[in-house]
C-alpha cells in the first residue's frame, strides 16, 4: 500500500514525471519515451466497482488461440509483446500495444479477441497485468461472439492500477465462443496498453460448433474395455453407433471379463479424418450405469492419441453435447472414469460426433 500511495502523490505533482530517475528504466521503456509525445499528467478518477462476482470456474485454456487484435509488438524488445502471450498461462509473458514499425502509432482502443475453441456459458474474466507495473490496463469493455462477426457488448470494467494479482470481473452468464476485450484507457494515461494473462469463468460443459455426423454408417469400433455379448439389448460396443437411444453398450459383467471396472474406454473409428469439434452422447435411457467423468482423446493413426479435455455428462437421458478445440482426426477415444452410482460397471447408449467443414 505505502508503494501504491506513494505512485499516487507523485502522479498528481505536475512538477514531477512517473519516473524515478535513479531508477535505469526498462528497455520498452526507454523506446516508448522516444516515440512519445509530452502528454499532460492523467485526471485522477474514482475507481468504480466492477459489476459481479464471476459465475463459474476457470477454463482449461488448452485450446483457445487468439482470434484478432488490434496490434501487437512483434519487434522481440517484449516478452513477448505477442497476443498470444495473454493465453500462455505464464505471468512473465504479456502483450503489448504496438509501438515500432508501421504499426508504432497504434492507440486506445487496443483490442483482444480470443477464441475459446468450443461455446461456453461465460460469466466473467479473470485478468492478470503486466508484472512489471507498467502499462496497467484501466478501463476496458468486453463483448462475445458466437461467430467472430458479430459481438455483443456484456458491460464496461475496470482493472486495479499496481495489482499484479489475477483480479476477477463478473456478468451475467451469456453463451459465447469468442470475446473481445476493448482498452479504451491505461493508468498512466498514455496509449500504450500491456496484459499478462486473460482467463474466463465458465459453467457447464462447452458446446461444439459445426454439424453433427449424419451418416455413421463408416463409422467402427477400433477398440473397447470390455463388452457384454448377452443379456443385454445390445451390449456390445457396436450400439453406441447404431442411431438407437434404446440399444446400449454395457461393460462386462459376466464370463471371463466379469470383473472389469472403471476406467472403461470405446474408441471409435470415423473411417477418415474429420475436423472434430465435439461428441454427442445418449446415457442409457433407464440412467442405470449412467457414466460420469470423462476423458476425451483423439487420434489420426490409433496409436497416438491426444486427450482434449476432461468432462462430466449429465444424469439425463436427453441427447448432450461436449464440445472442444477443433482438431483433425480420425479416431477419437471416450475414456469413462466413473459412474453417478459408483459402481463398476458403466453402459451407454449412442456415442455421434460434431465436425467442422
Ligand atoms: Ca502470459
Ligand atoms: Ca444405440
Known amino acids: 500500500m505505502a508503494l501504491l500511495f506513494g505512485i499516487i502523490l507523485v502522479s498528481c505533482d505536475p512538477d514531477q514525471t512517473l519516473y524515478n530517475p535513479d531508477e ?8 516508448e519515451q522516444a516515440e512519445e509525445e509530452p502528454e499532460e499528467e492523467p485526471e485522477e ?16 485454456t488448452s485450446g483457445w488461440s487468439i482470434a484478432g487484435f488490434s496490434s501487437e509488438e512483434a519487434s522481440g524488445g517484449e516478452d513477448t509483446g505477442l497476443a498470444d502471450a495473454i493465453i500462455d498461462g505464464n505471468i512473465d509473458t504479456y502483450w503489448h500495444s504496438c509501438y515500432s514499425g508501421d504499426c508504432g502509432d497504434a492507440e486506445h482502443p487496443h483490442t483482444l479477441t480470443v477464441d ?13 497485468q503486466r508484472q512489471s507495473g507498467s502499462r ?21 470494467f475496470t482493472l486495479e492500477d499496481g495489482n499484479l494479482e ?45 454439424t453433427l455426423v449424419e451418416d455413421r454408417s463408416e463409422w467402427v469400433i477400433a477398440d473397447v474395455s470390455s463388452e457384454q455379448e ?40 470415423m473411417g477418415s479424418e474429420v475436423n472434430l469439434s465435439g461428441l454427442q452422447f445418449a446415457q442409457r435411457q433407464t440412467l442405470s450405469r449412467a457414466v460420469n467423468e470423462i476423458t476425451i482423446e483423439i487420434s489420426t493413426d490409433n496409436e497416438t492419441f491426444i486427450a482434449v479435455g476432461e468432462f462430466m455428462l449429465e444424469e439425463i437421458p436427453d441427447l ?19 459412474s453417478y452410482d459408483t459402481d463398476r460397471f458403466a453402459a451407454m447408449a449412442e456415442i455421434n460426433a460434431y465436425i467442422q467443414n
Open 24 to 31: 535505469v528504466p526498462l528497455i520498452d521503456e526507454l523506446q
Open 45 to 60: 478518477e474514482p475507481e468504480e466497482e466492477n459489476s459481479g462476482e464471476p459465475t463459474g470456474d476457470l477454463a482449461d
Open 116 to 128: 475459446m475453441g468450443a461455446i461456453y456459458g461465460m460469466g466473467g474474466l479473470e485478468l492478470v
Open 136 to 156: 496497467q490496463v484501466n478501463e476496458f469493455d468486453v463483448e462475445v461472439s458466437l461467430d467472430n462477426e458479430t459481438f455483443t457488448p456484456v458491460g464496461s
Open 166 to 210: 489475477p483480479q476477477a470481473i463478473g456478468f451475467d452468464v451469456v453463451s459465447a465462443q469468442y470475446f473481445k476485450i476493448i482498452i479504451n484507457s491505461t493508468h498512466d494515461g498514455d496509449r500504450f496498453a500491456a496484459l499478462a494473462e486473460v482467463n474466463a469463468y465458465v459453467s457447464g460443459n462447452p458446446q461444439p460448433s459445426g
Open 230 to 269: 448377452s443379456g443385454e439389448t445390445t451390449g456390445l460396443a457396436t450400439a453406441v453407433l447404431d442411431g438407437d437411444v434404446e440399444t446400449y453398450w454395457h461393460s462386462c459383467y459376466s464370463g471371463e471379463c466379469a470383473d472389469s471396472a472403471y476406467p472403461h474406454q470405446i474408441t471409435i473409428d
Open 320 to 338: 448432450q453435447a461436449i464440445g472442444f478445440s477443433a482438431t483433425t482426426a480420425r479416431y477419437v477415444r471416450v475414456i469413462m472414469n466413473s
